[in-house]
């Protein structure tokens, strides 16, 4: 069965710092892969999303994620961290496997310090 | 274009009362979710739609939750009756269809349910 992890459930930069998130997937077929961002108290919006061709996958908001098959990740990156940036975000794979349902990680907060 | 309607947007009730939820998604869109999210954690699908037919409930507990899509547009989620760990997010998302490139999903805002 498919399956998302998402290392650290709360992770902290500075401002003006490089941001890493980490998203390590498990998919017997090639899986369509995402991320989202949840503000507070707001519903989840896509960032970005990897459907099998490039395998550098730029988002909004400066976000961008790299598919890498031989390590079965997808780590989230921003070149610099702003202080509107702090919010849960969450990894998750679809694919035919899943009936192309989206599977979840647990999420990821992150924490933006002055 | 409009996104994912839900409402109400926060509810407080006491155990072993009912609550609905209400649904309007993307127009056009065929599939429709509804998600639990407790805090913490990632969401969880409960039901999912196809038009106004049922794709997947396996993970909805039906003793207690009930949802309808009617004439395959808004839909509904109903607890009855609630109980305490109840309390969680639940979320709304659409998508044009439930396969291959027309699957991403879009959100709600979510309506935030207190079970006291």
């Known amino acids: 069965a498919q399956s998302v992890t998402q290392l650290g459930s709360h992770v902290s930069v500075s401002e003006g710092a490089l941001v890493l998130l980490r998203c390590n997937y498990s998919s017997s077929v090639p899986p369509y892969l995402f991320w989202y961002v949840q503000y507070p108290n707001q519903g989840l919006q896509l960032l970005l999303k990897?459907?099998?061709?490039a395998t550098l996958v730029k988002g909004i908001n400066g976000f961008e994620a790299e598919f890498k098959k031989s390590e079965t990740s997808f780590h989230l990156t921003k070149p610099s961290a702003h202080m509107s940036d702090a919010a849960e975000y969450f990894c998750a794979v679809s694919d035919r496997e899943s009936n192309y349902q989206l599977i979840w990680g647990a999420g990821t907060k992150l924490i933006i310090k002055p | 274009e409009a996104g994912v309607a839900q409402s109400p947007r926060y509810k407080i009730i006491e155990k072993r009362q009912s609550v609905a939820f209400w649904c309007n998604p993307i127009?056009?869109?065929?599939?429709l979710y509804w998600y639990q999210q407790i805090l913490g954690q990632g969401p969880k699908l409960l039901i999912q739609?196809?038009?106004?037919?049922?794709?997947?409930d396996s993970q909805l507990p039906k003793d207690r939750f009930s949802a309808e899509r009617l004439k395959g547009v808004d839909s509904t989620l109903k607890i009855q009756p609630a109980k305490l760990e109840d309390s969680a997010v639940y979320l709304c998302a659409s998508s044009f269809g439930a396969g291959g490139t027309s699957y991403e999903q879009y959100f709600g805002p979510g309506t935030r349910l207190t079970v006291t």
């Open positions: 990897y459907t099998s061709a």
């Open positions: 127009s056009g869109h065929a599939t």
């Open positions: 739609f196809q038009n106004n037919g049922v794709v997947d």
